[in-house]
């Protein structure tokens, strides 16, 4: 047998198990056949095997390609110059009941064709795979009626054809309110458990069913009913849960299994303790954080201390979170929330993927896995939060194939 691509003179951070940090193997050799991780190890181990290609990487740094397990990537429009008017005075709320807000995105993302969505958030897509990113979920959530969901779901669906990427999306239709609903939310709810998610199932359009469990939003016997319904369908559930208050969605959503609570901000003790009961992994998002201003942290320490899995995510999204930097993530993880660069290039890859559901399959170099590895011209993985702004990544493979040679 002859693998697809031998890559040798490197040094792995697996984030596998292993009494190393980051899973590390000093001079290692990886083997990559069918898409897949076929062998790594120190190089003196290796097993003497032909391999098409044999590349050697002077030393550099081989990470599992970065996974983005929390984004609105497709939408219309920007929010640009609502954030000017915030930043001269202007409140949210003001901002709000002139149309504008969430639901001039949803505006603007109602009028998109498919065709406009797919280019606009291929762009961003392109910024945030040059980093390394291989995996990434994609939210619904600006349609909020079903053509329109379904629009955005098919969006982010063809993204992952066209792109070296794979898709993982999610329908977040209990994201807001839309307009023709004002007053109504026990119907829109309705709305969405009759017909939206039953529809995206049936077409198998979403992933993962998320909504947001908040006092702007939906409440937690709403949040209920929607997970209640993705059961029924067979998705998993994951929620925007304790982002701007406590609302006990973590207690509900580790209740129903998830693969996720996502910003958690104000999770209580009670909440932590659920989550780590029913292996649930926390999201946490700095650049909504930092856009907002946020002052309450994570319970970091809760979560280390029950032993519950901590994933970081860009969550980009036009109203709170317009980053196309998943690294720069990692740096504000860090810098705001004092995980270690260990933990938070765990939280990019292997925590990540287990929000996913791809825990057995991506986030660690191990064999069997997909061949999925980002290469790194860094001296030591602290670097990879470190740095704020640049790009260290100097070759990408997804599947088993070169997206990004090193120079
Ligand atoms: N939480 C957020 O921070 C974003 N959505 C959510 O559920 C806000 C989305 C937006 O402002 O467009
Ligand atoms: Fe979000």
Known sequence: MTWDLL?????AATMADSSQPYGAIDDAAIALNGGKIAWIGPRRELPSQQATETVRLGGRWVSPGLVDCHTHLVYGGDRAAEFEQRLKGTTYEEIAKAGGGIASTVKATRAAGIDELVASAGKRLQ????????TIEIKSGYGLDLDNERKQLLAARRLGEMHPVTVRTTCLAAHALPP??????DGY???VCDQILPAMACESLADAVDAFCEKIAFTPAQTRKVFETAKRLGLPVKLHAEQLSDQGGTQLA???????CDHLEFVSDDGIAAMAKAGVVAVLLPGAFYALRETKLPPIDGFRKAGVPIAISTDHNP?????????LMLSMAT????LTPEEALQGATRHAAKALGLAASHGQLQPGMAADLAIWSIERPAELSYWFGGNPCAGIIQNGSWVKRCA
């Open 7 to 11: 890559l040798t003179d490197c040094r």
């Open 254 to 260: 580790s209740a129903f299994g998830a693969l996720s």
């Open 335 to 338: 810098t705001f929330f004092r």
């Open 180 to 185: 023709e609903f004002t007053g109504d939310s």
């Open 189 to 191: 709810i309705a709305r």
């Open 127 to 134: 910024e945030l795979t040059a980093e390394g990113v291989t």
């Open 319 to 327: 109203g709170t979170s317009p980053t196309l930097s998943l690294l």
